[in-house]
Protein backbone atom coordinates (compact mmCIF):
# COMPACT_ATOMS: atom_id res chain seq x y z
CA UNK A 1 0.00 0.00 0.00
CA UNK A 2 1.30 3.47 -0.72
CA UNK A 3 0.42 6.74 1.37
CA UNK A 4 0.57 9.93 0.18
CA UNK A 5 0.32 12.61 2.34
CA UNK A 6 1.50 16.26 2.73
CA UNK A 7 -0.34 17.99 -0.51
CA UNK A 8 -3.43 19.70 -0.95
CA UNK A 9 -5.69 17.56 -2.31
CA UNK A 10 -8.29 18.35 -4.67
CA UNK A 11 -11.78 16.03 -4.45
CA UNK A 12 -13.72 17.78 -6.67
CA UNK A 13 -17.08 16.59 -4.76
CA UNK A 14 -18.40 18.14 -1.76
CA UNK A 15 -15.89 16.01 0.48
CA UNK A 16 -14.60 17.64 3.47
CA UNK A 17 -11.18 18.68 3.37
CA UNK A 18 -8.80 15.82 2.53
CA UNK A 19 -5.20 15.02 4.18
CA UNK A 20 -4.20 11.86 2.53
CA UNK A 21 -4.80 9.61 0.13
CA UNK A 22 -3.93 5.75 0.72
CA UNK A 23 -3.54 3.73 -2.89
CA UNK A 24 -2.93 -0.03 -3.31
CA UNK A 25 -3.38 -2.07 -6.88
CA UNK A 26 -4.15 0.69 -8.50
CA UNK A 27 -6.99 2.13 -6.73
CA UNK A 28 -8.13 4.59 -3.82
CA UNK A 29 -8.66 2.92 -0.80
CA UNK A 30 -8.61 5.05 2.00
CA UNK A 31 -8.68 8.59 2.79
CA UNK A 32 -7.80 10.51 5.79
CA UNK A 33 -5.70 7.30 7.07
CA UNK A 34 -3.65 6.86 10.38
CA UNK A 35 -0.62 8.00 8.63
CA UNK A 36 1.51 6.42 11.78
CA UNK A 37 0.36 3.01 10.10
CA UNK A 38 3.13 0.61 8.35
CA UNK A 39 3.05 1.25 4.48
CA UNK A 40 4.84 -0.01 2.00
CA UNK A 41 5.82 2.88 0.78
CA UNK A 42 4.78 6.97 1.52
CA UNK A 43 4.74 9.39 -0.66
CA UNK A 44 5.93 13.10 0.42
CA UNK A 45 3.24 15.48 -1.77
CA UNK A 46 5.57 18.53 -0.41
CA UNK A 47 2.32 20.68 0.07
CA UNK A 48 1.66 20.11 -3.98
CA UNK A 49 -1.78 20.50 -5.55
CA UNK A 50 -2.86 17.13 -5.71
CA UNK A 51 -6.28 16.38 -8.80
CA UNK A 52 -7.86 13.67 -10.10
CA UNK A 53 -5.71 12.49 -13.73
CA UNK A 54 -6.21 14.60 -16.13
CA UNK A 55 -7.31 13.46 -19.29
CA UNK A 56 -7.48 15.04 -23.26
CA UNK A 57 -10.98 14.22 -24.03
CA UNK A 58 -9.85 14.50 -27.69
CA UNK A 59 -6.57 13.94 -29.90
CA UNK A 60 -4.59 11.77 -31.92
CA UNK A 61 -2.11 10.06 -29.89
CA UNK A 62 0.11 8.49 -33.15
CA UNK A 63 -0.42 11.62 -34.95
CA UNK A 64 0.93 13.32 -31.99
CA UNK A 65 4.03 11.88 -31.79
CA UNK A 66 5.00 11.79 -35.41
CA UNK A 67 4.21 15.71 -35.02
CA UNK A 68 6.81 15.90 -32.80
CA UNK A 69 9.60 14.10 -35.28
CA UNK A 70 8.78 16.50 -37.95
CA UNK A 71 9.62 19.75 -38.67
CA UNK A 72 6.63 21.69 -37.56
CA UNK A 73 5.60 25.24 -39.10
CA UNK A 74 3.47 26.49 -36.44
CA UNK A 75 4.92 29.79 -35.50
CA UNK A 76 7.04 29.99 -39.06
CA UNK A 77 4.24 32.75 -40.49
CA UNK A 78 5.98 34.38 -43.12
CA UNK A 79 6.73 32.71 -46.75
CA UNK A 80 10.59 33.38 -46.76
CA UNK A 81 11.19 31.94 -43.55
CA UNK A 82 9.09 28.96 -44.72
CA UNK A 83 10.63 28.32 -47.56
CA UNK A 84 14.43 29.09 -45.45
CA UNK A 85 13.33 26.06 -43.60
CA UNK A 86 12.37 23.56 -46.17
CA UNK A 87 15.53 24.47 -47.99
CA UNK A 88 17.42 23.16 -45.06
CA UNK A 89 15.79 19.60 -44.66
CA UNK A 90 17.40 16.70 -46.48
CA UNK A 91 14.69 15.14 -49.18
CA UNK A 92 16.17 12.12 -50.13
CA UNK A 93 12.69 10.37 -50.82
CA UNK A 94 9.61 12.29 -49.00
CA UNK A 95 9.28 15.10 -47.23
CA UNK A 96 6.28 15.58 -44.81
CA UNK A 97 5.79 18.28 -42.41
CA UNK A 98 3.15 19.88 -40.03
CA UNK A 99 1.78 23.06 -38.83
CA UNK A 100 1.87 24.82 -42.11
CA UNK A 101 -0.75 27.97 -42.08
CA UNK A 102 -2.24 28.45 -45.64
CA UNK A 103 -2.34 32.40 -45.34
CA UNK A 104 1.98 31.90 -45.89
CA UNK A 105 1.02 31.85 -49.62
CA UNK A 106 3.43 28.86 -50.68
CA UNK A 107 2.49 27.34 -53.57
CA UNK A 108 3.47 24.20 -55.72
CA UNK A 109 5.86 26.24 -57.40
CA UNK A 110 7.50 27.35 -54.90
CA UNK A 111 8.15 23.83 -53.62
CA UNK A 112 9.25 22.74 -56.96
CA UNK A 113 11.76 25.02 -57.32
CA UNK A 114 13.19 23.73 -53.64
CA UNK A 115 12.80 20.20 -54.81
CA UNK A 116 10.81 18.53 -57.97
CA UNK A 117 12.21 15.20 -57.98
CA UNK A 118 11.04 14.21 -54.87
CA UNK A 119 7.60 14.11 -52.92
CA UNK A 120 6.85 17.61 -51.09
CA UNK A 121 4.07 17.48 -48.46
CA UNK A 122 2.90 20.70 -46.54
CA UNK A 123 -0.12 19.45 -43.49
CA UNK A 124 -1.85 22.16 -42.66
CA UNK A 125 -2.09 23.73 -39.20
CA UNK A 126 -5.99 22.13 -38.99
CA UNK A 127 -5.20 18.83 -40.72
CA UNK A 128 -7.83 18.81 -43.72
CA UNK A 129 -5.63 20.40 -46.15
CA UNK A 130 -1.90 19.97 -47.66
CA UNK A 131 -0.10 22.27 -50.04
CA UNK A 132 2.33 19.83 -52.18
CA UNK A 133 4.48 20.09 -54.91
CA UNK A 134 4.08 18.65 -58.97
CA UNK A 135 5.46 15.50 -58.46
CA UNK A 136 2.96 14.72 -55.43
CA UNK A 137 0.24 15.97 -57.96
CA UNK A 138 1.54 13.66 -60.65
CA UNK A 139 2.37 10.69 -58.51
CA UNK A 140 -1.34 10.64 -57.67
CA UNK A 141 -3.07 11.66 -60.86
CA UNK A 142 -4.52 14.74 -59.07
CA UNK A 143 -4.68 18.41 -60.15
CA UNK A 144 -4.54 22.19 -58.32
CA UNK A 145 -3.46 25.50 -59.87
CA UNK A 146 -2.01 26.00 -56.65
CA UNK A 147 -0.69 22.30 -55.01
CA UNK A 148 -3.42 23.10 -51.93
CA UNK A 149 -5.52 19.73 -51.83
CA UNK A 150 -8.74 19.81 -49.77
CA UNK A 151 -10.53 17.25 -47.50
CA UNK A 152 -11.10 13.89 -49.26
CA UNK A 153 -7.95 15.22 -51.84
CA UNK A 154 -5.57 15.69 -49.36
CA UNK A 155 -6.21 12.40 -46.79
CA UNK A 156 -5.63 10.66 -50.17
CA UNK A 157 -1.84 12.61 -50.25
CA UNK A 158 -1.94 11.22 -46.78
CA UNK A 159 -2.69 7.85 -46.84
CA UNK A 160 -0.68 7.04 -49.84
CA UNK A 161 2.62 8.41 -47.87
CA UNK A 162 1.72 7.79 -44.87
CA UNK A 163 2.93 4.07 -44.49
CA UNK A 164 5.30 3.31 -41.58
CA UNK A 165 7.21 0.36 -40.28
CA UNK A 166 4.81 -1.13 -36.99
CA UNK A 167 8.08 -0.32 -34.99
CA UNK A 168 7.77 3.28 -35.76
CA UNK A 169 4.26 3.75 -34.63
CA UNK A 170 5.26 2.35 -32.09
CA UNK A 171 7.81 4.55 -31.04
CA UNK A 172 5.83 7.42 -32.40
CA UNK A 173 3.03 6.58 -29.59
CA UNK A 174 5.53 6.07 -27.10
CA UNK A 175 7.18 9.35 -27.81
CA UNK A 176 3.08 11.34 -27.20
CA UNK A 177 2.64 9.49 -23.93
CA UNK A 178 6.10 11.01 -22.92
CA UNK A 179 4.87 14.05 -23.77
CA UNK A 180 1.27 13.59 -21.97
CA UNK A 181 2.99 12.46 -19.36
CA UNK A 182 4.86 15.92 -18.74
CA UNK A 183 1.65 17.77 -19.23
CA UNK A 184 0.10 15.84 -16.99
CA UNK A 185 -2.06 13.51 -18.63
CA UNK A 186 -3.07 10.02 -17.61
CA UNK A 187 -5.42 9.13 -20.29
CA UNK A 188 -6.75 10.36 -23.91
CA UNK A 189 -9.37 9.89 -26.10
CA UNK A 190 -7.78 9.43 -29.60
CA UNK A 191 -8.85 8.94 -33.46
CA UNK A 192 -5.30 7.06 -35.05
CA UNK A 193 -7.33 3.85 -36.31
CA UNK A 194 -7.88 4.59 -39.83
CA UNK A 195 -4.57 6.84 -40.60
CA UNK A 196 -1.48 4.74 -40.71
CA UNK A 197 -1.09 1.16 -41.10
CA UNK A 198 -4.85 -0.38 -40.98
CA UNK A 199 -7.14 -1.06 -38.17
CA UNK A 200 -5.45 -4.25 -37.14
CA UNK A 201 -2.08 -3.33 -37.14
CA UNK A 202 -2.30 0.30 -35.65
CA UNK A 203 -5.05 -1.48 -32.34
CA UNK A 204 -1.77 -3.76 -31.96
CA UNK A 205 0.64 -1.41 -31.69
CA UNK A 206 -1.54 0.49 -29.00
CA UNK A 207 -1.59 -3.04 -27.34
CA UNK A 208 1.90 -3.37 -27.67
CA UNK A 209 2.84 -0.13 -26.57
CA UNK A 210 0.14 -0.07 -23.28
CA UNK A 211 1.82 -3.34 -22.13
CA UNK A 212 4.95 -1.60 -21.19
CA UNK A 213 3.90 2.39 -20.87
CA UNK A 214 0.72 3.03 -18.12
CA UNK A 215 -2.08 5.18 -20.29
CA UNK A 216 -5.76 5.47 -20.19
CA UNK A 217 -6.77 5.07 -24.21
CA UNK A 218 -10.01 5.41 -25.13
CA UNK A 219 -9.73 4.80 -29.19
CA UNK A 220 -12.48 5.75 -31.83
CA UNK A 221 -12.93 3.78 -34.52
CA UNK A 222 -13.13 5.94 -37.77
CA UNK A 223 -16.38 4.60 -39.51
CA UNK A 224 -13.97 3.56 -42.84
CA UNK A 225 -12.95 0.61 -39.82
CA UNK A 226 -16.62 0.18 -38.78
CA UNK A 227 -16.27 -3.52 -40.79
CA UNK A 228 -13.05 -4.22 -39.53
CA UNK A 229 -14.14 -3.48 -35.99
CA UNK A 230 -16.78 -5.49 -35.59
CA UNK A 231 -15.33 -8.69 -37.15
CA UNK A 232 -12.53 -7.78 -34.62
CA UNK A 233 -12.45 -9.98 -31.03
CA UNK A 234 -11.99 -6.35 -29.21
CA UNK A 235 -15.51 -5.01 -30.49
CA UNK A 236 -16.64 -2.99 -27.51
CA UNK A 237 -13.64 -3.91 -25.57
CA UNK A 238 -12.64 -2.61 -22.43
CA UNK A 239 -9.74 -3.36 -20.25
CA UNK A 240 -8.22 -0.75 -17.96
CA UNK A 241 -5.78 0.99 -20.05
CA UNK A 242 -7.56 -0.01 -23.29
CA UNK A 243 -11.12 0.57 -24.36
CA UNK A 244 -12.51 0.96 -27.82
CA UNK A 245 -15.49 2.87 -27.94
CA UNK A 246 -17.87 4.99 -30.60
CA UNK A 247 -17.77 5.21 -34.52
CA UNK A 248 -15.65 8.72 -35.88
CA UNK A 249 -17.28 10.50 -38.76
CA UNK A 250 -16.91 13.64 -40.38
CA UNK A 251 -20.01 16.14 -40.90
CA UNK A 252 -18.50 19.02 -42.24
CA UNK A 253 -14.98 20.53 -42.88
CA UNK A 254 -12.73 22.62 -40.70
CA UNK A 255 -12.77 26.92 -41.00
CA UNK A 256 -9.52 27.78 -42.10
CA UNK A 257 -9.72 25.89 -45.12
CA UNK A 258 -13.35 27.64 -45.70
CA UNK A 259 -15.22 24.02 -45.66
CA UNK A 260 -17.29 24.32 -42.39
CA UNK A 261 -20.50 24.11 -43.50
CA UNK A 262 -21.66 27.51 -42.20
CA UNK A 263 -25.10 29.29 -42.57
CA UNK A 264 -23.68 32.75 -43.87
CA UNK A 265 -20.77 31.27 -45.84
CA UNK A 266 -17.40 32.83 -46.27
CA UNK A 267 -16.15 35.85 -47.86
CA UNK A 268 -15.49 36.35 -51.39
CA UNK A 269 -16.36 32.45 -51.66
CA UNK A 270 -19.87 31.19 -53.41
CA UNK A 271 -19.75 28.03 -51.31
CA UNK A 272 -21.14 27.91 -47.73
CA UNK A 273 -18.87 24.48 -46.86
CA UNK A 274 -18.85 21.04 -47.27
CA UNK A 275 -20.93 17.83 -45.98
CA UNK A 276 -17.60 15.72 -46.06
CA UNK A 277 -19.20 12.43 -45.93
CA UNK A 278 -21.80 12.10 -48.53
CA UNK A 279 -23.42 8.46 -47.14
CA UNK A 280 -23.17 9.94 -43.58
CA UNK A 281 -27.05 8.98 -43.20
CA UNK A 282 -26.00 5.24 -43.93
CA UNK A 283 -23.47 5.26 -41.50
CA UNK A 284 -25.36 6.31 -38.45
CA UNK A 285 -28.05 3.78 -39.55
CA UNK A 286 -25.07 0.79 -39.48
CA UNK A 287 -23.90 2.42 -36.13
CA UNK A 288 -27.25 1.96 -34.30
CA UNK A 289 -27.73 -1.14 -35.93
CA UNK A 290 -25.04 -2.43 -33.90
CA UNK A 291 -25.92 -0.44 -30.84
CA UNK A 292 -23.17 1.68 -31.14
CA UNK A 293 -22.80 5.35 -30.15
CA UNK A 294 -21.06 8.03 -33.00
CA UNK A 295 -18.06 10.69 -32.39
CA UNK A 296 -18.96 13.31 -34.81
CA UNK A 297 -16.76 16.17 -36.48
CA UNK A 298 -18.46 19.43 -36.93
CA UNK A 299 -17.72 22.41 -37.13
CA UNK A 300 -20.14 24.76 -38.76
CA UNK A 301 -23.16 25.91 -37.27
CA UNK A 302 -25.34 24.94 -40.49
CA UNK A 303 -23.27 21.90 -39.99
CA UNK A 304 -24.28 21.68 -36.20
CA UNK A 305 -28.30 22.47 -36.75
CA UNK A 306 -28.32 19.34 -39.55
CA UNK A 307 -26.66 17.02 -37.45
CA UNK A 308 -29.08 17.69 -34.73
CA UNK A 309 -32.01 16.97 -36.77
CA UNK A 310 -30.11 13.12 -37.78
CA UNK A 311 -29.13 12.65 -34.36
CA UNK A 312 -33.15 13.55 -33.45
CA UNK A 313 -34.35 10.84 -36.05
CA UNK A 314 -32.05 8.13 -35.01
CA UNK A 315 -30.91 8.53 -31.54
CA UNK A 316 -28.77 6.13 -29.70
CA UNK A 317 -30.09 3.68 -27.38
CA UNK A 318 -31.53 4.88 -23.88
CA UNK A 319 -28.41 5.37 -21.52
CA UNK A 320 -26.24 5.76 -24.35
CA UNK A 321 -24.86 9.36 -25.17
CA UNK A 322 -23.28 10.85 -28.60
CA UNK A 323 -20.29 12.73 -28.63
CA UNK A 324 -20.27 15.77 -30.75
CA UNK A 325 -16.61 16.84 -31.22
CA UNK A 326 -15.98 20.98 -31.63
CA UNK A 327 -18.78 22.80 -32.09
CA UNK A 328 -17.45 26.07 -31.96
CA UNK A 329 -20.22 28.09 -34.11
CA UNK A 330 -23.57 27.61 -33.00
CA UNK A 331 -27.17 29.09 -33.84
CA UNK A 332 -30.18 29.40 -31.50
CA UNK A 333 -31.52 26.94 -33.38
CA UNK A 334 -28.34 24.35 -32.72
CA UNK A 335 -28.21 25.40 -29.19
CA UNK A 336 -32.33 25.25 -27.87
CA UNK A 337 -31.74 21.54 -29.81
CA UNK A 338 -28.67 20.58 -27.78
CA UNK A 339 -29.94 21.40 -24.38
CA UNK A 340 -32.60 17.94 -24.92
CA UNK A 341 -30.42 15.95 -26.76
CA UNK A 342 -28.16 12.77 -25.26
CA UNK A 343 -25.29 14.23 -26.21
CA UNK A 344 -21.76 15.05 -24.69
CA UNK A 345 -18.99 18.22 -26.67
CA UNK A 346 -15.48 17.63 -26.58
CA UNK A 347 -14.38 21.26 -26.97
CA UNK A 348 -10.55 22.83 -27.66
CA UNK A 349 -10.34 25.78 -25.76
CA UNK A 350 -7.39 27.04 -27.36
CA UNK A 351 -9.44 26.57 -30.81
CA UNK A 352 -10.99 30.31 -29.78
CA UNK A 353 -7.12 31.91 -29.38
CA UNK A 354 -6.23 30.01 -32.88
CA UNK A 355 -9.23 31.18 -34.82
CA UNK A 356 -9.48 34.72 -33.77
CA UNK A 357 -9.20 37.27 -35.37
CA UNK A 358 -9.03 35.29 -38.68
CA UNK A 359 -12.23 34.31 -38.40
CA UNK A 360 -13.67 38.07 -38.81
CA UNK A 361 -12.15 38.21 -41.84
CA UNK A 362 -12.90 35.00 -43.06
CA UNK A 363 -16.95 34.62 -42.13
CA UNK A 364 -19.16 36.90 -44.00
CA UNK A 365 -21.50 36.99 -40.82
CA UNK A 366 -20.58 35.08 -36.93
CA UNK A 367 -23.41 32.87 -36.11
CA UNK A 368 -25.04 34.25 -32.46
CA UNK A 369 -23.02 31.92 -30.42
CA UNK A 370 -19.34 31.59 -31.01
CA UNK A 371 -17.51 29.06 -28.58
CA UNK A 372 -20.87 29.69 -26.22
CA UNK A 373 -19.07 27.67 -23.13
CA UNK A 374 -20.75 29.02 -20.58
CA UNK A 375 -24.20 28.64 -22.49
CA UNK A 376 -23.78 25.15 -23.18
CA UNK A 377 -22.87 24.14 -19.43
CA UNK A 378 -26.21 26.37 -17.90
CA UNK A 379 -27.74 24.51 -20.82
CA UNK A 380 -27.08 21.69 -18.72
CA UNK A 381 -24.15 20.09 -21.45
CA UNK A 382 -21.51 17.90 -20.62
CA UNK A 383 -18.41 19.68 -21.63
CA UNK A 384 -15.35 17.22 -22.00
CA UNK A 385 -11.73 19.77 -22.67
CA UNK A 386 -9.02 18.17 -25.06
CA UNK A 387 -6.74 19.66 -27.80
CA UNK A 388 -7.39 17.51 -31.01
CA UNK A 389 -3.46 17.48 -31.07
CA UNK A 390 -1.33 17.75 -33.05
CA UNK A 391 -3.81 20.84 -33.66
CA UNK A 392 -2.89 22.21 -30.73
CA UNK A 393 -0.32 21.62 -27.76
CA UNK A 394 -2.08 19.47 -25.18
CA UNK A 395 -1.09 21.26 -21.95
CA UNK A 396 -4.28 21.28 -20.47
CA UNK A 397 -3.64 24.34 -18.69
CA UNK A 398 -3.51 26.21 -21.44
CA UNK A 399 -7.22 25.34 -22.31
CA UNK A 400 -7.89 26.08 -18.49
CA UNK A 401 -6.47 29.35 -19.63
CA UNK A 402 -8.69 30.42 -22.55
CA UNK A 403 -11.91 28.66 -21.27
CA UNK A 404 -11.69 31.24 -18.74
CA UNK A 405 -10.11 34.10 -20.03
CA UNK A 406 -10.91 33.90 -24.06
CA UNK A 407 -8.16 36.66 -25.05
CA UNK A 408 -7.12 35.16 -29.00
CA UNK A 409 -3.99 36.35 -30.68
CA UNK A 410 -4.88 39.73 -31.01
CA UNK A 411 -4.88 40.61 -27.21
CA UNK A 412 -8.80 41.50 -27.42
CA UNK A 413 -11.21 39.31 -25.28
CA UNK A 414 -14.31 37.49 -27.68
CA UNK A 415 -17.43 36.74 -26.10
CA UNK A 416 -16.43 37.91 -22.50
CA UNK A 417 -19.96 36.99 -21.28
CA UNK A 418 -19.07 33.21 -22.53
CA UNK A 419 -16.32 32.98 -19.74
CA UNK A 420 -16.50 29.76 -17.82
CA UNK A 421 -14.97 29.48 -13.86
CA UNK A 422 -11.86 27.61 -13.25
CA UNK A 423 -13.25 24.97 -11.62
CA UNK A 424 -16.10 23.85 -14.86
CA UNK A 425 -12.35 24.29 -16.76
CA UNK A 426 -10.52 21.60 -14.37
CA UNK A 427 -13.49 19.45 -14.62
CA UNK A 428 -13.43 19.64 -18.02
CA UNK A 429 -10.44 17.60 -18.04
CA UNK A 430 -11.56 15.27 -14.89
CA UNK A 431 -15.33 14.49 -14.34
CA UNK A 432 -16.23 15.60 -17.51
CA UNK A 433 -13.56 14.32 -20.15
CA UNK A 434 -14.65 10.70 -17.96
CA UNK A 435 -18.43 11.40 -19.54
CA UNK A 436 -18.38 9.87 -22.13
CA UNK A 437 -17.15 6.39 -20.85
CA UNK A 438 -19.87 5.83 -18.40
CA UNK A 439 -17.21 4.37 -16.29
CA UNK A 440 -18.04 5.53 -12.58
CA UNK A 441 -14.24 4.92 -10.54
CA UNK A 442 -12.60 7.75 -12.77
CA UNK A 443 -12.49 11.94 -12.66
CA UNK A 444 -12.93 12.30 -8.96
CA UNK A 445 -10.71 11.49 -5.24
CA UNK A 446 -12.67 9.11 -3.72
CA UNK A 447 -12.56 5.68 -2.39
CA UNK A 448 -12.53 3.12 -5.64
CA UNK A 449 -11.41 5.37 -8.04
CA UNK A 450 -8.72 4.63 -9.92
CA UNK A 451 -5.02 6.27 -8.35
CA UNK A 452 -4.36 8.23 -11.30
CA UNK A 453 -3.23 11.86 -9.75
CA UNK A 454 -2.18 14.76 -11.96
CA UNK A 455 -0.37 17.12 -9.42
CA UNK A 456 0.67 20.94 -9.97
CA UNK A 457 2.84 23.66 -7.95
CA UNK A 458 0.31 25.64 -7.23
CA UNK A 459 -3.30 25.74 -6.96
CA UNK A 460 -5.30 25.88 -10.34
CA UNK A 461 -8.51 27.66 -9.23
CA UNK A 462 -6.75 30.33 -7.34
CA UNK A 463 -3.50 30.63 -9.48
CA UNK A 464 -2.42 34.15 -11.56
CA UNK A 465 -3.80 33.34 -15.05
CA UNK A 466 -0.28 34.78 -16.52
CA UNK A 467 1.10 31.95 -14.48
CA UNK A 468 -0.67 28.94 -16.18
CA UNK A 469 1.81 29.49 -19.23
CA UNK A 470 4.28 28.22 -16.53
CA UNK A 471 5.16 24.32 -16.64
CA UNK A 472 3.61 23.72 -13.22
CA UNK A 473 3.45 19.78 -13.50
CA UNK A 474 5.04 18.47 -10.64
CA UNK A 475 3.48 14.66 -10.82
CA UNK A 476 1.95 12.94 -13.12
CA UNK A 477 0.63 9.57 -11.70
CA UNK A 478 -0.93 6.16 -13.26
CA UNK A 479 -1.93 3.40 -11.57
CA UNK A 480 -0.68 4.31 -8.54
CA UNK A 481 2.80 4.97 -10.10
CA UNK A 482 4.74 7.81 -10.69
CA UNK A 483 5.14 8.06 -14.32
CA UNK A 484 6.75 11.67 -13.92
CA UNK A 485 8.27 13.68 -11.72
CA UNK A 486 9.64 17.24 -12.42
Known amino acids: MKLWKNGVIHTLTNQSEISNILTDQ ?20 KGYHLYPGFVDAHLHLIGYGQFLNRLDLTHAQDKNLVLDLLKKQNIFELLIVDGYHEYVGVTKYDLDTINNQNPMILRHHDFHAVTVNTVVLKQLNQESSTGILREEDAQAVIRHYAKVSNETLESYLETAIKSLYRFGITGGHSDDLFYFNGYQDTLQVFINVLKRMPFRAHLLVHHEVLDDYIASPYFNHHSDFLELKGIKVFYDGTM ?24 FIEIVQKVRQFGLTLAIH ?189
Open 256 to 279: SSKTALMWHGYQNETSNGLRTTPN
Open 26 to 45: GLIVGLNVDEKEPYDEVIDL
Open 298 to 486: VIGDQGLDELVDILKKFPPKENQKDRIIHAPWVSEYGINKLKSMPVTIDIQPQFLSSDFPEALTIFKQLPPYVFPWKTMLKNGLTLSFSSDAPVETPNPLLGILDATERVAKDGKIYQPEERISRIDAIKGYTIYANAQNNLQNRGTIEIGQVADFSIFTFDLETIESSRLKEPLVEMTVINEHIVYQK
